[in-house]
């Protein structure tokens, strides 16, 4: 499985971006879709996911702000993310589980300005 991510970028406080990642190869075996992020000095954590049957799972700090969806057509998965904050700078990877591994994109950077 490879993953190809992209929309990264600057934002001031408030503003709007749209990340997105297109899985390709033996996509057919991934069950969860999603994105982590990593801060300068700080450990990646997980941001948002989304299985293969649609139920979506956020953590605490992006609730309310953070859509993540798919869409099959596309082959394409999405993270809108709205009401940025600085402290959502960071760079963010798209992963994909399977039953066998996990699978990584290669990281986007997202930088909200105050």
């Known amino acids: 499985v490879q993953l190809q991510a992209s929309g990264g970028g600057l934002v001031q406080a408030g503003g709007s971006l749209r990340l997105s990642c297109a899985p390709s190869?033996?996509?057919?075996?991934?069950?969860?879709i999603g994105w982590h992020r990593q801060a300068p000095g700080k450990q990646r954590d997980l941001v948002a996911t989304i299985t293969r049957g649609g139920n979506t799972n956020y953590v605490d700090s992006v609730k309310g702000r953070f859509t993540i969806s798919r869409d099959n057509a596309a082959n394409t998965m999405y993270l809108q993310m709205n009401s940025l904050k600085p402290e959502d700078t960071a760079v963010y990877y798209c992963?994909?589980?399977?039953?066998?591994?996990?699978?990584w994109g290669q990281g986007t950077q997202v930088t909200v300005s105050s």
């Open positions: 992963f994909a589980n399977t039953l066998q591994k996990t699978y």
């Open positions: 190869g033996n996509r057919f075996n991934i069950y969860m």
